[in-house]
């Protein structure tokens, strides 16, 4: 049973706009999300996190929002960028950090 | 800082064979984790660590053995490797506000 889903395996966005990147979860007692970004032959990096007493946190260029009565996670860039191509995992945990749980990857493609 | 790394980074192997990867950090981190990664199945906890000494299952921890005899290092086992095995494996490590991940071994069982 996926706990974690990613339902779009593919995006594609216009250089300049807003990638928005979904992620759902069924475990209610997941307490920690994060987003992690993947470039080919090389291992995941972190990019933001979010905690469950928070609905956004920003960095930058990158906004994670939570819905907790959705069950429900996004991820937003803008502006979208051709360095932003690469796949993106969502991921969440009951422990803080400790054995995330991981979707399924989203692979964003940026067009100039 | 060299992060997390991994041994070897490609290897082939045959049904049967076994083999073992290596994972070292040099940050002091307690939790250590191999996951492995497979098309449209995301990245699957196989083993971690809490601590030196001590090592639990993950989701798919089925035909692997890991060990944790130094707190820098986790190593993962395969005894009978199977096709099924052939992945991507990678290493993490965490203080329990961050999992850094290692480049990835790609493993292939013939």
Known sequence: ?????????????????????????????????LWYKKYPAEGPTF????????????????????NKSAKHLSLHIV??????????????????????????????TINP | NAGVTQTPKFRV???????????????????????????GMGLRLIHYSVGEGTTAKGEVPDGYNVSRLKKQNFLLGLESAAPSQTSVYFCASSTGTGVLFGPGTRLTVL
């Not at chain 1, 990019?47 to 939570?66: A, M, Q």
Request: aromatic share 12%.
């Open chain 1, 79 to 108: 502006p979208s960028q051709p360095g932003d191509s690469a796949v993106y995992f969502c991921a969440a945990s009951n422990q803080g950090a400790q054995k995330l749980v991981f979707g399924q990857g989203t692979r964003l």
């Open chain 1, 47 to 66: 990019l933001i996190s979010i905690s469950s007493i928070k609905d956004k946190n920003e960095d930058g260029r990158f906004t994670v929002f939570l």
């Open chain 1, 1 to 33: 049973d996926q706990q974690v889903k990613q339902n779009s395996p593919s995006l594609s966005v216009q250089e300049g706009r807003i990638s928005i990147l979904n992620c759902d979860y069924t475990n209610s007692m997941f307490d920690y999300f």
């Open chain 2, 13 to 39: 192997l045959k049904t049967g064979q076994s083999m073992t990867l290596l994972c070292a950090q040099d940050m002091n981190h307690e939790y250590m984790y191999w996951y492995r990664q497979d098309p």
